[in-house]
């Protein structure tokens, strides 16, 4: 089966696409990448060359494959960074191709809209388009700390405020919460942890952090392909969050030790492929009050 994967692309590093197709490939998956820009290389340099495809340019990639009748064996669709609400509808369209051609196809949206210290980084488009048409559509959804805390309008500092917080989000739709880059206060010194929320259970995992200037980008988009690829393979939620886990504290272990800026995926592809087991999800009892 085959994973449709909308989002950015790079010819240098390691974001959207580029930190998405391969690694889930690596976990055995087709992947039919569509990409929404291509540029030289990541934003973050503060210089770039390249091309912001149009919505039109997405859907008419996505119609020659409809048109091949392969749209059936597409089991999951996975979008990330989308640059307008355009796009966005183009995938939600793309969704809905493929849950009228037999399947029940999972729709994971990573909404790409901004994070903690940085503040939004996209059109303010997105934010209504994410909350009213991406995250009601979707059954996964992979929010950073900040963005749960523009889906759910409220701060998350605790772990409680996290319960609360997915719940809100589930009530739009999605079955599984994934917050990731998450700081609760509970959170030790050192540490970043990630938070879970599916069938009326919650989770937490936690990290050592490791310490890079700059940071790498495209934790995230590896983040989103990683959880998916292993709920696609396992369909058990809190073992697909130790798997991807796993996997992607190895990659920035692997990018710490070569001084490199961008993630060494190609490098760490037997961790990706074959996680070992060094972080455990520890579920979480939570109380809260539903509003």
Request: aromatic share 8%; hydrophobic share 45%; with cysteine.
């Given at each position: ?64 494959i409809k048109e091949l009748g392969v749209a059936g064996q597409c089991e999951a ?86 319960a609360l917080a997915a719940d809100r989000i589930h009530a739009l739709g999605p ?117």
């Amino acid at each position: 089966m085959a994973i449709l994967s909308v989002q950015s692309h790079v010819a240098y590093g390691n974001v959207g696409n580029r930190a998405a197709v391969f690694p889930l490939e690596l976990l055995g998956f087709d992947v039919w990448p569509i990409n929404t820009v291509q540029f030289s290389n990541h934003t973050g340099y503060g210089g770039w060359k390249g091309e912001v495809f149009s919505a039109a340019h997405v859907r008419g990639i996505w119609t020659g494959i409809k048109e091949l009748g392969v749209a059936g064996q597409c089991e999951a669709v996975l979008s990330g960074y989308l640059g307008d609400a355009g796009i966005g509808e183009a995938i939600l369209e793309a969704v809905s191709d493929v849950r009228a051609a037999g399947t029940r196809t999972l729709y994971c949206c990573d909404p790409v809209m901004g994070d903690s210290g940085r503040g939004f980084y996209v059109r303010e488009e997105l934010v209504g388009f994410f909350r009213d048409k991406a995250i009601p559509r979707a059954d996964i959804v992979t929010p950073n700390h900040f963005e749960a805390e523009v889906l759910s309008g409220m701060k998350i500092g605790s772990l409680e405020d996290a319960a609360l917080a997915a719940d809100r989000i589930h009530a739009l739709g999605p079955g599984i919460v994934l917050v990731t880059s998450f700081r609760p206060r509970e959170l030790p010194p050192g540490h970043i942890a990630m938070f879970l929320s599916a069938a009326g259970r919650t989770w937490t995992i936690e990290t050592e952090e490791i310490p890079m200037s700059p940071m790498p980008n495209g934790g995230g988009d590896l983040t989103a392909a990683l959880f998916l690829g292993h709920y696609l393979k396992h369909r058990d939620p809190a073992m697909a969050l130790e798997e991807m886990t796993n996997a992607v504290f190895e990659v920035f272990a692997a990018t710490k030790r070569a001084g490199a800026r961008e993630l060494r995926i190609v490098q760490s592809r037997d961790a990706i492929a074959e996680p070992g087991h060094r972080f455990t999800a520890l579920e979480r009892f939570l109380h809260t009050k539903k509003s």
